[in-house]
């Protein structure tokens, strides 16, 4: 296998004027959290509850309901700090 020639290589890429272009803002990055987990583990055990006890759907009631109330929380606290 031999090198590519100077005549084969590909041109170098251009350079670009930048001194119009605007400055990112650096990007918030949200804490991790287990709700959105919770909230699908809900889902499963409230469609499982019938098939099984009534008992597996209220605990997967309750998943939902605390999961949501973590994750809502969770937003309106990150939309208050990057106000």
Sequence with gaps: MSHPSPE??????PQYD????????????PPPTYAPAF???G?????WGPLTIW??????LSFIIAS?????????RD???NK
């Excluded at 008992?55 to 997967?60: A, H, Y």
């Excluded at 949501?68 to 309106?76: A, F, K, N, Q, S």
């Design 68 to 76: 949501l109330v973590v994750w809502i929380r969770d937003i309106r």
């Design 55 to 60: 008992f597996v759907s209220l605990v997967g």
């Design 79 to 81: 939309w208050r700090i």
């Design 8 to 13: 084969q290589q590909p041109p170098a890429s």
């Design 43 to 47: 889902i499963v055990l409230l469609v």
């Design 18 to 29: 930048r001194s119009d272009w605007n400055k990112p803002l650096p990007e918030i990055i």
């Design 39 to 41: 909230f699908a583990s």
